[in-house]
Nanobody, 122 residues
C-alpha cells in the first residue's frame, strides 16, 4: 500500500484547509485511517482517525470541533477538513493506515504517506 498526501499550504489564522490522502492497493477499505502531525522539534502526534467503514471517528482534543475526518472507499481517499486554524496547527501532516479499528497510537500504523506541510500565520 502506498499513501500520497496533499492539500497543505500557507493560510492565515482562522482560515481553512482540506488535506487529502490517496491510497493505492486493493485492501484500502479494510483498514482504518488516521492523520498525525509533527511540528519541528516535536514528536509525531495523533490528530484524527476513522474506521474502515467511516462509521467511527476519534479526534485529539486539539482537533475536536475544528477538524473533520472522512473517507471515500470508492475513491481510496481519506480527507481532513481543518477549520478555524491556529498558528499552533503548523506542522507536517501525515496520513497513515492501521489494522486497528480506530488507532490513536502511531505505533499501530502500518503505512505512512510522505507528509504535507501546513503553515498557519498569525
Amino acid at each position: 500500500v502506498q499513501l500520497q498526501a496533499s492539500g497543505g499550504g500557507l493560510v492565515q489564522a482562522g482560515g481553512s484547509l482540506r488535506l487529502s490522502c490517496v491510497a493505492s492497493g486493493r485492501t484500502f477499505s479494510t483498514y482504518s485511517m488516521g492523520w498525525f502531525r509533527q511540528a519541528p522539534g516535536k514528536e509525531r502526534e495523533f490528530v484524527a482517525a476513522v474506521s474502515w467503514s467511516g462509521g467511527r471517528t476519534d479526534y485529539a482534543d486539539s482537533a475536536k470541533g475544528r477538524f473533520t475526518i472522512s473517507r471515500d472507499n470508492a475513491k481510496n481517499t481519506v480527507d481532513l477538513q481543518m477549520n478555524s486554524l491556529k498558528p499552533e496547527d503548523t506542522a507536517v501532516y501525515f496520513c497513515g493506515l492501521s489494522a486497528q479499528t480506530v488507532a490513536t497510537n502511531r505505533a499501530n500504523y502500518l503505512y505512512w504517506g510522505q507528509g504535507t506541510q501546513v503553515t498557519v500565520s498569525s
